[in-house]
């Protein structure tokens, strides 16, 4: 049997949009992606999950009234529905302990950078790239890991070295590194973990 994906998302959604492509194209054979959730109702990924004709559900920290009741409304929705593997993909809500150890060895989550750097509390998004370049590395990249209690202190699945060029800003690095790593990556570590969950459960 196939495991039940749900990507949770806040913003764009294109690390979904490649999800789904991949899906399509039959790169993902032990996964289905079944759900997808937006913590945020404006995230343009909620439009694509409908134009692909997938469930989404917008599901605030404001409408429950705060962090610890919104991961308990997030983690019965995610059991009512039977989701093997849930995939943060720009999900921009740290999820606390309870939660990950709820749904232990069966999260993932992609980061615009090579883990152990640039990463952890304060690092998302943008600023991942801003502080790269900051830094002055050479090298940058993406990483596919498994999640725990410790921000972005998850197992390492995947992870792809992408180069900095010079003249780079934030915004033309972060567009390199999803085209380069995070679209690639993100859909082989869903089937990778779809594959061992479906094993398990068989
Ligand atoms: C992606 O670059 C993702 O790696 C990053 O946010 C962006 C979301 O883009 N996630 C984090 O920084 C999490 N720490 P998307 O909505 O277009 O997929």
Redesign the pocket.
């Known amino acids: 049997m196939k495991t039940k994906i749900a990507v949770l998302?806040?913003?764009?959604?294109?690390?979904?949009?490649?999800l789904l492509d991949a899906q399509y194209a039959g790169k993902i054979p032990s996964g289905e992606i079944v759900l997808v959730v937006s913590n945020n109702s404006k995230?343009?990924?909620l439009e694509r999950a409908a134009k692909a004709g997938i469930k989404a559900l917008c599901i605030t920290k404001k409408e429950c009234g705060g962090q610890e009741q919104f991961e308990e409304k997030l983690a019965k929705t995610l059991e009512e529905r039977g989701i093997g593997l849930i995939i943060?993909?720009?999900?921009?809500s740290i999820l606390g302990e309870k939660f990950t150890h709820r749904f232990e060895n069966r999260i993932i989550?992609?980061?615009?950078a090579l883990i152990p750097s640039f990463?952890g509390k304060g690092?998302?998004?943008l600023?991942?790239h801003e502080e790269a370049l900051k830094y002055g590395v050479k090298v940058t990249g993406?990483t596919v890991h498994f999640v725990n209690e410790i921000?972005?202190g998850g197992k390492i699945i995947l992870q792809k070295a992408v180069e900095i060029e010079e003249g780079d800003t934030p915004e033309i690095l972060?567009k390199r590194?999803?085209e380069q790593a995070?679209w690639i990556l993100l859909p082989q570590a869903a089937e990778i973990v779809s594959k061992q969950l479906a094993g398990k459960n068989a």
């Open positions: 998302v806040s913003g764009g959604g294109t690390n979904l949009q490649a995230a343009f990924a943060l993909a720009g999900f921009m989550n992609v980061h615009p990463c690092y998302y998004g600023k991942v993406a921000p972005d972060q590194v999803m995070e």
